[in-house]
């Protein structure tokens, strides 16, 4: 009985964990169709609406490499956490993650946060979305000095927080999109969503640690 719970549990875990991915994968692929408003730049589109007015300064050159970089750390994020991928392909996975941080540490966090101080609606969303750049960029860079030092189970926990790091973009856009579902348009839920959108997952990772449940030990690829 107990051993037909426990594989009950495991198969909804991964049915559970496949499904996030793809819709990780899924909001991926929509926010890079949305970039044909970025070449030429569309200033009536959501995100360029009002700042055209510094978007053609330095502002040009961090959005441009922001929306290069990030898409990409969150694909390879999706693939490096998979155990049976670093199992099955060890070299593969040292290879894809060293890009992984690379594009972090040198492109993804240094834009996010010079894009943070223009956050359209205000200070609150400027500081969440600066603190979470901030974070993104000390998870990644322990996560590699870990794996430097061959501590892997202290590699993996830094790497499981930088990619709950990188899904606040998924986040923040379910977030929004539920909003104009519902027809919600508050003004202080992106500032709001901003914080929440990487603050909420790793709670509920931490949570689950301390809980011991099977977070990071299963992944959409086994």
Same mark, same amino acid.
């Given at each position: 009985m107990k051993v037909m719970q426990a594989l009950k549990s495991f198969t909804l875990l991964r049915v559970l964990t496949v499904v996030t991915v793809v819709l990780i994968w899924k909001v991926t692929a929509s926010v890079v169709i949305e970039y044909r408003n970025y070449w030429p730049p569309n200033f009536e589109s959501d995100f360029l609406r009002g700042r055209e007015a510094y978007f053609w300064g330095p502002y040009r050159w961090v959005f441009y490499v922001h929306l290069i970089s990030g898409p990409p750390t969150l694909i390879l994020g999706t693939i490096l956490v998979s155990e049976r991928f670093r199992r099955w392909a060890p070299a593969w996975h040292r290879r894809l993650g060293r890009v992984q941080g690379i594009l972090i540490l040198l492109f993804v966090a240094p834009s996010g946060l010079w894009m943070a101080y223009y956050a359209a609606t205000g200070a609150i969303a400027a500081a969440g979305l600066g603190s979470l750049a901030i974070a993104t960029a000390v998870c990644v860079a322990l996560g590699w000095r870990s794996a430097v030092k061959r501590q892997f189970? %202290?590699? &993996?926990? $830094? =790497? $499981?927080r930088t990619f709950l790091l990188l899904c606040s973009a998924v986040v923040i856009r379910m977030i929004g999109g539920l909003a104009t579902v519902t027809h919600f348009d508050a003004l202080w839920l992106y500032p709001v969503s901003t914080w929440v959108s990487? !603050?909420? /997952?790793?709670?509920?990772?931490?949570? =689950?640690? !301390?809980?011991?449940? /099977?977070?990071? &030990?299963? %992944?959409? $690829?086994?």
């Open positions: 189970v %202290s590699h &993996r926990l $830094w =790497m $499981w990487w !603050i909420t /997952p790793l709670v509920v990772y931490e949570t =689950m640690r !301390i809980l011991k449940l /099977p977070v990071g &030990r299963v %992944s959409a $690829w086994g």
